[in-house]
């Protein structure tokens, strides 16, 4: 059964630095890896999507890298801003069937609450 | 990218009593999905919701408890039923679209519940 682990938990920092979540799986036979953002009480935003196949995917001030022979992903976000406060999700969907010849359901990890203070 | 619209977008109810709550997507999908995230926790799916057919329950989730409906290819309803302070989470709803040789996800706003 694939487990997702995000470390940190919480993470809090000022204004202006770099900073870098981490999201760890225990199957590395997965199809693809997905990050979102959920801000208190509301719904998940899609910020970056990576294929297996794919090592890095960028947007903006967010890069997220995948691993998926070590079963890691990183999401880097420069230059962190107030507006960036919220709580960061990794999903992985796995490889299923005969061969890998298909997808199953997604699995969270347990999300890194970050804060970015003025 | 998909719109989804979910309602209502939070509650405060009775216990004992019942909520449905409706999904709506701005196009048509195969699968609808229904998401539980209780408070502190991460996601965990309830069911899968497909046109036509019934609802596919995950481990630990039953019909009685969340009956869902699927009447189209753009609306979904999930209901939490007999409600106990238990059910207190936000419930979310997803689809997938399949694009160029990959599947992404894509969630509602999410219904906050507080059963009291």
Same mark, same amino acid.
């Not at chain 1, 938990?9 to 630095?17: F, I």
């Not at chain 1, 900073?19 to 199957?27: E, I, Q």
């Not at chain 1, 962190?80 to 999903?91: E, K, M, R, V, W």
């Given at each position: 059964?694939?487990?997702?682990?995000?470390?940190?938990?919480?993470?809090?920092?000022?204004?202006?630095? @770099?900073?870098?979540? @981490?999201?760890?799986?225990?199957?590395?036979?997965?199809?693809?890896?997905?990050?979102?953002?959920?801000?208190?009480?509301?719904?998940?935003?899609?910020?970056?999507?990576?294929?297996?196949?794919?090592?890095?995917?960028?947007?903006?001030?967010? @890069?997220?890298?995948?691993?998926?022979?070590?079963?890691?992903?990183?999401?880097?976000?420069?230059?962190?801003?107030?507006?960036?406060?919220?709580?960061?999700?990794?999903?992985?969907?796995?490889?299923?069937?005969?061969?890998?010849?298909?997808?199953?359901?997604?699995?969270?990890?347990?999300?890194?609450?970050?804060?970015?203070?003025? | 990218?998909?719109? #989804?619209?979910?309602?209502? =977008? *939070?509650?405060?109810?009775? *216990?004992?009593?019942?909520?449905? #709550?409706?999904?709506?997507?701005?196009?048509?999908?195969?699968?609808?999905?229904? $998401?539980?995230?209780?408070?502190?926790?991460?996601?965990?799916? #309830?069911?899968?919701?497909?046109?036509?057919?019934?609802?596919? $329950?995950?481990?630990?989730?039953?019909?009685?408890?969340?009956?869902? =409906?699927?009447?189209?290819?753009?609306?979904?309803?999930?209901?939490?039923?007999?409600?106990?302070?238990?059910?207190?989470?936000? $419930?979310?709803?997803?689809?997938? $679209?399949?694009?160029? *040789?990959?599947?992404?996800?894509?969630?509602?706003?999410?219904?906050?519940?507080?059963?009291?």
């Amino acid at each position: 059964k694939q487990e997702v682990t995000q470390i940190p938990a919480a993470l809090s920092v000022p204004e202006g630095e @770099n900073l870098v979540l @981490n999201c760890s799986f225990t199957d590395s036979a997965i199809y693809n890896l997905q990050w979102f953002r959920q801000d208190p009480g509301k719904g998940l935003t899609s910020l970056l999507f990576i294929q297996s196949s794919q090592r890095e995917q960028t947007s903006g001030r967010l @890069n997220a890298s995948l691993d998926k022979s070590s079963g890691r992903s990183t999401l880097y976000i420069a230059a962190s801003q107030p507006g960036d406060s919220a709580t960061y999700l990794c999903a992985v969907r796995p490889l299923e069937g005969a061969g890998g010849t298909s997808y199953g359901k997604l699995t969270f990890g347990q999300g890194t609450i970050l804060t970015v203070h003025p | 990218s998909a719109v #989804i619209s979910q309602k209502p =977008s *939070r509650d405060i109810c009775q *216990r004992g009593t019942s909520l449905t #709550i409706q999904c709506q997507v701005d196009s048509q999908v195969t699968m609808m999905f229904w $998401y539980r995230q209780q408070p502190g926790q991460s996601l965990t799916l #309830i069911a899968t919701a497909n046109q036509g057919s019934e609802a596919t $329950y995950e481990s630990g989730f039953v019909i009685d408890k969340f009956p869902i =409906s699927r009447p189209n290819l753009t609306f979904s309803t999930l209901t939490v039923s007999n409600m106990s302070p238990e059910d207190s989470s936000i $419930y979310l709803c997803s689809v997938e $679209y399949f694009k160029v *040789r990959h599947r992404e996800a894509f969630f509602g706003q999410g219904t906050r519940l507080t059963v009291v």
